[in-house]
Structure formats: C-alpha cells, structure tokens
C-alpha cells in the first residue's frame, strides 16, 4: 500500500481550501446602488422660430432650447407623428424640421430623461411656416395667378381647331410620333366633338395665403359630361356618355409626383391631385383624382388622367387641355429649369 507524502497531503488540502472559498464568495449576491435617484428637472424651453428676413425662414426648421438640471436625454414628439432623441446639451439647441407647406401650428411633448430613467415632461406649441419647393410653388402660381396674394384664376377647355384638349392615348410610355408630338389614338376637334356641358365648365383654382392652400371650385352651368362606365349609375343616365345634372364639389388641391413614365421634355413629372370626389370637367369615376401635368404656362396646361378607377391600368389615358379665361400672358412666373 502506498501512503501519500505529506507535501503532497499539503498541496492538496490548500486546493480544496481555495476552491471552497471561491464558491463561497461566488454566491453571494452582488448589491449596487443609484444613490439617491430623483427626476430631472426642466426650467425652461424655448422654441425659436424664423421670422420673414432671416436666413431660415420657410425653411420649416424649429430650434428647441431645453434648459433645466440632472438631464441626460430628452426625447421631442414633435406634434405631426414624429418623435426625436437627443443628449442634453444647454449650449446646443436641436433643430427639427417640419416639411408641412403652408403655416402650420403644432402642439410638442418633451420628455427629459435623468439617472435611472427619471422623467419629467412639458408641453407647448408654435406656429411656423413652410414654404413650398420651387417647382410647387411656380404651379400654385400658373394655376391661381400668383401666391403672393390670395388669388384665383380660371380655367375652360381649350375647345377649338387644334386637336388635344381632349382625346385618348396611352397611359404609360408614349413615344412621340414624327412630327414630335405624343400620340393620340383619338384627338377631334370642336367640329368633331362638341359638347356643350363639357366646353362651358369653369374650373377655378384659388389660393389662400393665409394657409398656404390651393383649392378648386368647378361652375359647370348645371351639366357634367358623364362617360358612358358611370351613366348607368347616376339618376337619369343611360348607357351612353352624356350630360346630366351633377353639383361638383369644391376640393383640396396638392401638388404631388406624377413618377411618369415619359420623356422628361414631355411632362413636368408634378401631378393636380385632388381631394374628395374632385374631378376636372370629365367625369371618369371618384377614384381617379390624379392629372399628371403635361405641361403648364401662363395661359395653357395639358393634363392626362389614367383610365379608370384602377391606377394600376395605365394603358389608357384621356389627354386634355385648359385655357385660362382672361389672357395672362405676362403673369411673371414660369417653372424652374
């Protein structure tokens, strides 16, 4: 039998005593502490906004200058569905943007965030203005007559000897013919086609600046030319397109991004959008809202409008074009290069 040495005995017993320490040491629980935790506090904010003469005004950019103690953090809800972080800094103001044309008032909730996830909040509002991107505005303009002023300008189909104020093509690309205008699978002329419900609408476009809106009215003497899909469903109709007694509504109008599929010198790629049951003299169904501008001027704009309902169809499309009543020839505003 074979007897351990007692160096050896030695080594072993202080590794068992070692190992047992550390399990002891290892299960007791480690303790930390804040200290005292209490919620930051805010003293005061202040939202600068640009006034007319300063380099940011129409910008749409607001400054918020948090002030107060014991805050790391704070989050902006900026009142129009957004919100934003930032790390306190009483030197540095955040600035956030509000994209919003027009004059626009918000109502903002600030959070401060302190050790812990201390909160503490306040709330207040302001009133800023927006002003519209070069392009959009120019239209407002052509449209209204100016956007300087409250303004109005109308509008009537370009009804006479030259094709296109009225007629059907194709909807998505359309390659030019020869003689470099679009195609027009059926382009008539006030002797092939006059319809006197269609011809006398007056088609108002009015321009508040006070909000910084465009709207649209539609005077159309007591008839609207319905095409033959929505006749059946309206009192009085038939089968065929015709005219019936209709009060078009006065609409919301915005400009928005046509994502057109043609050549760029043949569209401004900018759409007339309009709100509720908007339509521009032709009746072609409630859900089509969306005229992609052609081209506009002081006296002339060409729309086209995608068949019907369905916007994913874009193979068709009716092709019009409007004049304005009073001769604006010199109005002073045309669309940047």
């Known amino acids: 039998m074979q007897f351990m040495n007692m160096k050896n005995f030695k080594y072993i017993y202080g590794i068992g005593i070692l190992t047992l320490l550390l399990t002891i040491v290892s299960c007791q629980e480690e303790e930390f502490e804040f200290g005292d935790v209490s919620a930051p506090t805010i003293s005061s904010v202040m939202t600068n906004v640009p006034s007319q003469g300063d380099p940011d005004y129409g910008t749409g950019n607001v400054f918020f200058d948090l002030q107060g103690d014991d805050i790391i953090t704070y989050i902006v809800y900026t009142g129009d569905g957004r919100s934003e972080s930032f790390k306190f800094d009483g030197d540095s103001p955040a600035m956030i943007n509000y994209s919003l044309p027009g004059i626009n ?45 409250d303004s109005s300008k109308t509008w009537k189909l370009d009804a006479g000897d030259d094709p296109g104020f009225y007629g059907v093509g194709p909807g998505g690309v359309n390659v030019p013919q020869n003689d470099g205008d679009l195609v027009y699978w059926w382009a008539p002329t006030s002797a092939d086609f006059n319809e006197d419900c269609l011809f006398n609408d007056e088609l108002t476009f009015n321009f508040d600046l006070e909000n910084f809106t465009l709207s649209m009215s539609t005077d159309n003497m007591g008839d609207t030319w319905y095409h033959d899909d929505y006749t059946p469903g309206i009192p009085g109709g038939s089968n065929t397109a015709e005219c019936l007694d209709a009060t078009p509504p006065s609409v919301s109008v915005a400009i928005t991004n046509a994502n057109s599929e043609l050549l760029p010198e043949f569209t401004t790629d900018r759409a007339i959008e309009l709100g509720g049951d908007g ?11 969306k005229y992609e501008i052609l081209s506009i001027d002081c006296n002339l704009v060409s729309l086209r409008i995608f068949f019907f309902d369905d916007e994913e169809n874009r193979e068709n499309a009716w092709y019009l074009r409007f004049r304005a009543v009073e001769d604006a020839t010199d109005c002073g505003i045309t669309l940047p290069n």
């Open 279 to 289: 339509f521009m003299g032709l009746y072609i169904g409630n859900a089509t809202r």
């Open 105 to 149: 008032t918000y109502t903002y909730t600030i959070i401060a965030v302190g050790i812990g996830g201390a909160t503490s909040s306040t709330t207040g509002e302001f009133t800023v203005f927006t002003d519209l991107d070069d392009t959009t505005k120019s239209i407002f303009g052509l449209l209204a007559g100016s956007t300087t002023i």
